[in-house]
């Protein structure tokens, strides 16, 4: 039960441990959007039928004017970016590959699985010559640290050239699209993955994508076989995506509660030392005791086991909530003398 509480959203464990009912608890375990827009409607009918072609093309679509990847990028859809990533691997022979660290750290466990040589760095510099498959989040899960795009396609070239494949996980782009790289997909060694759940707050829609070579986005798909999204999915994240005014209502959204969560730390004598909109990451020596103090308050939060002084907490969703983490967290850091 422990180990569970080292991934975000795992409410059932922390209540079993802590006690309470899941209604007392605030959850600011993961980096996901907690004020998800309004559903569109959808044709009754998707829910009897399997998702028919047009469907996905206009998924497709819609996924790649969101993006802003050009027409010619190609596109796999998946139930969930964490179906790409543990497919990825699976598709090149095993070989030299790296991962960001700290970093989110399924790629890496797919990576081993699929057979794969793991090594980690912490600058692009670090990647070796012989390194076939480079997995980057950007920003970073959980510092939110960005990375130069020159040097991001640098790379990219790089290993397309070698016939390896960079990576490139934009999973908290959407908040802040200015730093995605999905306008230069296309070009040989790049593949990008687009989440959904975390920027439209539907993490249970279970919709993700592979933006890359339209050659390799027929091998992700041939894999994955038919029908691998829903319907209702399909048609939910078209109509949501293609939505320009309510995605920029989200933005502008996602980021006043960053500024409400940060004044809220500020309150509680606590500077971020890293994040992004939709998380923020603190550093201070008792985060193990800080987690389990707020977490008899009945708040959620991230620790990390390789790093014993961080804890990430995701964003809240008004005043009330603001007010009540400003309040245990003052109350926590007495309790354990941080």
């Known amino acids: 039960m ?29 980096g996901i959007n907690p004020v998800p827009p309004p559903l569109p409607g959808i044709e009754p009918e998707l829910w009897a039928r399997l998702p028919e072609r047009a469907l996905e093309a ?6 790649r004017r969101f993006a802003g990847a050009g027409e010619g990028a190609g596109v796999a859809l998946a139930p969930g970016t964490q179906a790409l990533i543990a497919l990825l691997p699976h598709l090149f ?27 980690r760095f912490s600058t692009l510099a670090e990647i070796a010559p012989q390194t076939r498959l ?25 290993l397309g050239s070698q016939g390896g494949l960079f990576v490139l996980d934009e999973a908290f782009a959407d908040a802040e699209p200015e730093q995605s790289l999905s306008r230069e997909v296309g070009r040989p060694g790049l593949l ?15 919709f993700g994508a592979a933006l890359c070579e339209p050659a390799l986005a027929a091998r992700i798909e041939t894999r994955l076989g038919p029908w691998a999204v829903s319907g209702p ?46 998380f923020s990451l603190l550093q201070v020596p008792e985060a193990a005791g800080l ?3 707020l977490a008899r308050r009945h708040i959620l939060t991230r620790p990390f086991p390789y790093r014993a002084d961080w804890l990430r907490i995701g964003t809240v969703r008004n ?14 850091r007495a309790e354990v003398g941080c």
Do not use: C, Q
Request: proline share 4%.
């Open 2 to 30: 422990k180990e569970a509480l080292h991934h975000g959203g795992a409410l059932d464990a922390a209540v079993a441990r802590f006690g309470g009912a899941r209604g007392d608890w605030l959850d600011l375990s993961t």
């Open 58 to 63: 206009r998924a497709k679509d819609a996924l």
């Open 93 to 119: 022979t095993p070989g030299p590959a790296a991962v960001l660290f700290p970093s989110y750290e399924e790629h890496g466990r797919a990576l081993a699985a699929a057979g794969h040589v793991v090594s």
């Open 134 to 158: 480079a997995v980057l989040v950007s920003p970073n899960n959980p510092d939110g640290r960005r990375f130069s795009p020159g040097d991001v396609l640098s790379l990219a070239d790089r």
């Open 192 to 206: 990008v993955l687009r989440s959904f759940g975390k920027f439209f707050g539907l993490a249970g829609l279970r």
């Open 233 to 278: 999915a399909l048609a939910l994240a078209a109509g949501l995506m293609a939505d320009e005014a309510g995605v920029a209502r989200l933005r502008a959204g996602i980021a006043a509660r960053a500024v409400l969560t940060r004044r809220a730390l500020a309150a509680a004598g606590l500077e971020p030392v890293g994040g992004t909109a939709l």
């Open 291 to 293: 987690f389990e103090a």
């Open 319 to 332: 005043e009330a909530e603001a007010e009540r983490l400003t309040e245990a967290l003052r109350e926590a």
